[in-house]
């Protein structure tokens, strides 16, 4: 089955700096790569998604950028704020969805 | 819309008790699946379906039974309850064809067993 690394574990920033969160993945045939976040004691929320025939989508603060080649794909968070703090999971599709282990970002004052 | 519903909030069962797991949505999605989530091992899936009368497993199946009688309605059956599955359990749909696109996940429940 597909395996989905996600890097760093925990990650914490200053308010205004940037943050880029990482996973990688094993079935070069995966085409649909999702960036979720939870906030605590809430479900999850899709923020940014990107599907294998793009290799970079923006959403104002956020973007997210593919390397099919080198099988990795990374969160961009820009001019963090302090209600970016939560956990970030990516997700890779390939029939079904697996998720990455999870980055947690704290955001300081 | 009331989106994705899961009953119950919370639970506590002891070793060896079986229940069941609801969930529910009004949006006409096709693809739902449930996940358990665990402290630092995000989100796995348990089992999946693509459409009413389809069930497929997830990546830990094991100990959980789901059907799909309906469009609406995707339930999971803990057969007998572990400690091990002590989690918390999301239900989610997808619009998408074949689960590409946003998964609208459900409140969760807490599951503990003793």
């Known amino acids: 089955g597909e395996n989905v690394e996600q890097h760093p574990s925990t990650l914490s920033v200053q308010e205004g700096d940037s943050a880029v969160i990482k996973c990688t993945y094993s079935?070069?045939?995966?085409?649909?790569f999702p960036w979720y976040k939870q906030e605590l004691g809430k479900r999850p929320q899709l923020i940014i998604d990107?599907?294998?025939?793009?290799g970079e989508k923006k959403d104002q603060r956020i973007a997210v950028t593919l390397n099919k080649t080198a099988k990795h794909f990374s969160l961009h968070i820009t001019e963090t704020q302090p209600e970016d703090s939560a956990v970030y999971f990516c997700?890779?599709?390939?029939?079904?969805?697996?998720f990455g282990q999870g980055t947690i970002l704290t955001v300081h004052p | 819309n009331a989106g994705v519903t899961q009953t119950p909030k919370f639970q506590v069962l002891k070793t060896g008790q079986s229940m069941t797991l609801q969930c529910a949505q009004d949006?006409?999605?096709?693809?739902m699946s449930w996940y358990r989530q665990d402290p630092g091992m995000g989100l796995r899936l348990i089992h999946y379906?693509?459409?009413?009368?389809?069930?497929d497993q997830g990546e830990v199946p094991n100990g959980y039974n789901v059907s799909r009688s309906t469009t609406e309605d995707f339930p999971l059956r803990l057969l007998s309850a572990a400690p091990s599955q002590t989690s918390v359990y999301f239900c989610?749909?997808?619009?998408?064809?074949?689960?590409?696109?946003?998964?609208?996940f459900g409140p969760g429940t807490r599951l503990t067993v003793t």
């Open positions: 989610a749909s997808t619009q998408g064809w074949q689960g590409i696109g946003e998964q609208y």
């Open positions: 079935d070069s045939a995966s085409n649909y």
């Open positions: 990107i599907r294998s025939n793009v």
């Open positions: 997700a890779v599709y390939y029939g079904k969805l697996t």
């Open positions: 949006m006409n999605h096709e693809y």
């Open positions: 379906s693509v459409g009413a009368g389809i069930t």
